[in-house]
Protein backbone atom coordinates (compact mmCIF):
# COMPACT_ATOMS: atom_id res chain seq x y z
CA UNK A 1 0.00 0.00 0.00
CA UNK A 2 1.68 3.46 -0.83
CA UNK A 3 1.52 6.17 1.63
CA UNK A 4 1.75 10.00 0.63
CA UNK A 5 4.00 11.76 1.95
CA UNK A 6 3.69 15.93 2.76
CA UNK A 7 6.37 17.71 1.54
CA UNK A 8 8.64 19.34 4.54
CA UNK A 9 8.17 23.05 5.39
CA UNK A 10 10.75 24.64 7.42
CA UNK A 11 9.02 26.38 11.11
CA UNK A 12 9.12 29.49 9.35
CA UNK A 13 6.89 29.02 6.43
CA UNK A 14 4.32 26.63 8.68
CA UNK A 15 4.58 29.89 11.14
CA UNK A 16 3.67 33.00 8.57
CA UNK A 17 0.44 33.23 6.33
CA UNK A 18 1.55 34.43 3.09
CA UNK A 19 -0.88 36.50 1.14
CA UNK A 20 -1.09 37.02 -2.59
CA UNK A 21 -1.96 40.38 -4.11
CA UNK A 22 -5.21 39.43 -4.80
CA UNK A 23 -5.90 38.43 -1.28
CA UNK A 24 -4.33 41.87 -0.05
CA UNK A 25 -7.30 43.47 -2.46
CA UNK A 26 -9.95 42.00 -1.19
CA UNK A 27 -8.86 42.85 2.34
CA UNK A 28 -8.98 45.87 1.44
CA UNK A 29 -12.57 45.89 -0.87
CA UNK A 30 -13.82 44.30 2.61
CA UNK A 31 -12.84 47.20 4.71
CA UNK A 32 -10.70 45.20 6.79
CA UNK A 33 -7.68 46.92 5.91
CA UNK A 34 -8.74 50.40 5.75
CA UNK A 35 -7.11 53.54 3.64
CA UNK A 36 -5.30 55.30 7.13
CA UNK A 37 -3.80 51.75 7.85
CA UNK A 38 -0.17 52.35 7.65
CA UNK A 39 0.68 48.72 5.39
CA UNK A 40 2.19 47.42 2.66
CA UNK A 41 2.39 43.88 1.21
CA UNK A 42 5.77 42.50 0.75
CA UNK A 43 6.95 39.19 -0.15
CA UNK A 44 3.11 37.94 1.40
CA UNK A 45 3.31 39.41 4.26
CA UNK A 46 1.65 42.47 5.56
CA UNK A 47 4.02 44.76 6.93
CA UNK A 48 3.33 48.06 9.14
CA UNK A 49 5.09 51.16 7.42
CA UNK A 50 7.50 53.25 9.74
CA UNK A 51 6.36 56.31 10.71
CA UNK A 52 7.73 59.57 8.40
CA UNK A 53 9.98 61.45 10.38
CA UNK A 54 10.29 65.30 9.36
CA UNK A 55 13.97 64.64 7.26
CA UNK A 56 12.26 61.94 5.89
CA UNK A 57 9.77 64.47 4.67
CA UNK A 58 11.35 67.29 3.59
CA UNK A 59 13.28 64.73 1.18
CA UNK A 60 10.19 63.39 -0.14
CA UNK A 61 9.11 66.87 -0.74
CA UNK A 62 12.41 67.96 -2.15
CA UNK A 63 12.13 65.18 -4.84
CA UNK A 64 8.18 65.08 -5.48
CA UNK A 65 8.87 69.19 -6.18
CA UNK A 66 11.74 68.87 -8.59
CA UNK A 67 10.56 66.19 -10.44
CA UNK A 68 7.43 67.37 -10.95
CA UNK A 69 8.26 70.80 -12.28
CA UNK A 70 11.30 68.80 -14.16
CA UNK A 71 9.53 66.32 -15.69
CA UNK A 72 6.02 68.14 -16.65
CA UNK A 73 4.09 65.75 -18.63
CA UNK A 74 6.77 63.65 -19.54
CA UNK A 75 6.25 61.26 -16.94
CA UNK A 76 3.95 60.93 -13.66
CA UNK A 77 5.43 61.59 -10.64
CA UNK A 78 3.38 58.94 -8.10
CA UNK A 79 3.99 59.80 -4.15
CA UNK A 80 3.65 57.20 -1.72
CA UNK A 81 1.17 55.06 -3.71
CA UNK A 82 1.14 51.35 -4.46
CA UNK A 83 2.91 49.82 -7.58
CA UNK A 84 1.71 46.35 -7.88
CA UNK A 85 4.35 43.52 -8.27
CA UNK A 86 2.50 40.16 -8.31
CA UNK A 87 2.45 37.44 -7.00
CA UNK A 88 2.66 38.94 -2.88
CA UNK A 89 3.74 42.16 -3.39
CA UNK A 90 2.45 46.11 -3.25
CA UNK A 91 4.87 48.17 -2.06
CA UNK A 92 4.73 52.09 -1.75
CA UNK A 93 7.69 53.78 -2.35
CA UNK A 94 8.48 57.33 -1.30
CA UNK A 95 8.29 58.19 -5.25
CA UNK A 96 7.67 56.71 -8.56
CA UNK A 97 8.39 58.06 -11.90
CA UNK A 98 6.11 56.40 -13.81
CA UNK A 99 5.42 56.20 -17.68
CA UNK A 100 2.79 58.62 -19.14
CA UNK A 101 -0.17 56.88 -19.83
CA UNK A 102 -3.25 58.51 -21.54
CA UNK A 103 -5.48 56.33 -18.26
CA UNK A 104 -3.09 57.53 -15.39
CA UNK A 105 -3.19 54.14 -13.81
CA UNK A 106 -7.40 55.08 -13.29
CA UNK A 107 -8.32 50.96 -13.56
CA UNK A 108 -5.19 49.72 -11.96
CA UNK A 109 -2.13 49.97 -10.23
CA UNK A 110 1.09 50.69 -11.70
CA UNK A 111 3.43 46.97 -12.35
CA UNK A 112 7.06 47.15 -12.27
CA UNK A 113 7.39 47.49 -16.42
CA UNK A 114 5.35 51.24 -15.77
CA UNK A 115 8.38 52.29 -13.61
CA UNK A 116 11.08 54.46 -14.73
CA UNK A 117 12.84 54.98 -11.16
CA UNK A 118 11.59 54.17 -7.81
CA UNK A 119 13.17 56.02 -5.15
CA UNK A 120 12.60 55.32 -1.08
CA UNK A 121 13.76 57.39 1.52
CA UNK A 122 14.97 55.63 4.70
CA UNK A 123 16.22 56.57 8.18
CA UNK A 124 15.00 54.09 10.42
CA UNK A 125 13.95 51.68 7.99
CA UNK A 126 16.98 51.91 5.94
CA UNK A 127 18.02 48.30 6.62
CA UNK A 128 14.49 46.65 5.52
CA UNK A 129 14.44 49.06 2.33
CA UNK A 130 18.47 47.76 1.14
CA UNK A 131 18.28 44.29 2.26
CA UNK A 132 14.56 43.21 1.20
CA UNK A 133 13.15 46.41 -1.22
CA UNK A 134 15.71 46.91 -3.39
CA UNK A 135 16.37 42.77 -4.08
CA UNK A 136 12.61 42.89 -4.76
CA UNK A 137 12.47 45.52 -7.17
CA UNK A 138 15.70 44.34 -8.93
CA UNK A 139 13.91 40.92 -9.23
CA UNK A 140 10.74 42.15 -10.37
CA UNK A 141 12.86 44.11 -13.40
CA UNK A 142 12.47 47.53 -12.03
CA UNK A 143 14.79 49.17 -14.45
CA UNK A 144 16.52 51.67 -11.50
CA UNK A 145 16.10 52.41 -7.22
CA UNK A 146 17.68 55.42 -5.24
CA UNK A 147 17.75 54.72 -1.53
CA UNK A 148 18.19 57.99 0.04
CA UNK A 149 19.95 56.71 2.98
CA UNK A 150 19.45 59.16 5.56
CA UNK A 151 21.61 56.93 8.26
CA UNK A 152 24.81 57.02 6.93
CA UNK A 153 24.09 60.38 4.39
CA UNK A 154 24.52 58.88 1.16
CA UNK A 155 22.40 58.43 -2.17
CA UNK A 156 22.43 54.60 -3.46
CA UNK A 157 21.89 54.32 -7.03
CA UNK A 158 20.69 50.94 -7.71
CA UNK A 159 20.27 50.05 -11.35
CA UNK A 160 20.93 46.84 -13.71
CA UNK A 161 18.09 44.26 -12.49
CA UNK A 162 18.37 40.82 -12.28
CA UNK A 163 16.65 38.50 -10.67
CA UNK A 164 19.47 38.30 -7.92
CA UNK A 165 19.85 42.11 -7.45
CA UNK A 166 21.12 45.05 -8.71
CA UNK A 167 24.12 44.35 -10.32
CA UNK A 168 25.46 47.86 -10.60
CA UNK A 169 25.15 49.98 -6.95
CA UNK A 170 27.03 53.27 -6.22
CA UNK A 171 26.79 55.28 -3.14
CA UNK A 172 26.84 58.93 -3.89
CA UNK A 173 27.88 61.35 -0.86
CA UNK A 174 27.18 64.98 -0.70
CA UNK A 175 28.70 67.44 -3.45
CA UNK A 176 27.87 64.73 -5.70
CA UNK A 177 24.75 65.14 -8.37
CA UNK A 178 22.50 62.52 -9.84
CA UNK A 179 20.63 61.95 -12.82
CA UNK A 180 18.10 59.12 -13.49
CA UNK A 181 18.48 56.90 -16.55
CA UNK A 182 15.53 57.36 -18.59
CA UNK A 183 15.85 61.83 -17.87
CA UNK A 184 19.69 62.50 -17.88
CA UNK A 185 18.57 66.05 -18.20
CA UNK A 186 17.17 66.03 -15.05
CA UNK A 187 20.09 66.94 -11.91
CA UNK A 188 19.94 66.33 -8.72
CA UNK A 189 22.18 67.81 -6.05
CA UNK A 190 22.48 64.73 -3.07
CA UNK A 191 23.49 67.18 -0.34
CA UNK A 192 19.59 68.57 -0.98
CA UNK A 193 18.10 65.38 -0.76
CA UNK A 194 19.73 64.63 2.82
CA UNK A 195 19.38 67.62 4.59
Given at each position: ???????????A????????????????D?????????????????????????????????????????????????????????????????????????????????????????????????????????????????????????????????????????????????????????????????A????
Amino acid sequence: MATTVAPRTDQAERDHWRFSLEDYHRMIDAGILKGDDRVELIDGEILKMSPIGSRHATSVRELNTRFTIALGDRAIVSPQNPVSVRPRSEPQPDIAILAARKHKYRKAHPEPGDVLLMIEVADSSVRFDRNRKLPLYASSGIVETWLVDLVHNVVVVATEPTADGYTNIVEHKPGATIAPAAFPDITVDVAELLR
